[in-house]
């Protein structure tokens, strides 16, 4: 699927926007753009930046207006149901104890793992199901986010050198 957004951007804007652009999108996120500029040859050190950036640049938005956002979707029949799995996935995360307790840890642990359903983007939705005021929630996931590029680009860069 990676592949499909590299080669429709790729002839259309230079690389590292493409990876800029694949960083910002909700399911691929920072961990589809190291992948990408792995693919693209891009090195780390140019790579990283652009990455991180190009996450986090939706994130104080999504903090700033989801609800608003949510509850303006919530009146399209079609869309009503995907926007109420959203916010009940957000919330199921945001209802374990542990995320209760240690809510800041829990929320960088949950951005810092590097897995599907995890990221800024439903570390910004899990920030607004528990409240977090942006001051709180941008920092953490901003380091969150900074932790799964380290450990993505292990996988993508390093990783790929030794075989």
Same mark, same amino acid.
């Given at each position: 699927? =990676?592949?499909?957004? %590299?080669?429709?951007?790729? /002839?259309? #804007? !230079?690389?590292?926007?493409?990876?800029?652009? +694949?960083?910002?999108?909700?399911?691929?996120?920072?961990?589809?753009?190291?992948?990408?500029?792995?693919?693209?040859?891009?090195?780390?050190? =140019?790579?990283?930046? %652009?990455?991180?950036?190009? /996450?986090? #640049? !939706?994130?104080?938005?999504?903090?700033?207006? +989801?609800?608003?956002?949510?509850?303006?979707?919530?009146?399209?029949?079609?869309?009503?149901?995907?926007?109420?799995?959203?916010?009940?996935?957000?919330?199921?995360?945001?209802?374990?104890?542990?995320?209760?307790?240690?809510?800041?840890?829990?929320?960088?642990?949950?951005?810092?793992?590097?897995?599907?359903?995890?990221?800024?983007?439903?570390?910004?939705?899990?920030?607004?199901?528990?409240?977090?005021?942006?001051?709180?929630?941008?920092?953490?996931?901003?380091?969150?986010?900074?932790?799964?590029?380290?450990?993505?680009?292990?996988?993508?860069?390093?990783?790929?050198?030794?075989?």
């Amino acid at each position: 699927m =990676i592949h499909d957004v %590299i080669n429709f951007l790729q /002839n259309r #804007v !230079p690389d590292e926007l493409v990876v800029f652009i +694949i960083s910002m999108l909700p399911i691929f996120e920072l961990r589809g753009g190291l992948i990408a500029a792995s693919v693209l040859h891009i090195p780390w050190q =140019i790579a990283f930046p %652009i990455c991180v950036i190009g /996450n986090m #640049v !939706p994130i104080p938005f999504e903090l700033l207006f +989801i609800r608003k956002i949510f509850n303006w979707l919530k009146r399209f029949a079609g869309i009503k149901r995907l926007v109420d799995q959203l916010d009940e996935r957000a919330k199921r995360k945001a209802d374990s104890d542990t995320m209760r307790k240690y809510a800041g840890w829990g929320l960088f642990t949950l951005v810092a793992i590097p897995l599907p359903g995890t990221g800024a983007w439903t570390g910004g939705l899990v920030a607004d199901v528990l409240d977090f005021r942006i001051k709180v929630a941008f920092p953490i996931i901003f380091v969150g986010v900074i932790s799964a590029g380290l450990i993505t680009s292990f996988f993508s860069y390093i990783l790929p050198m030794l075989f």
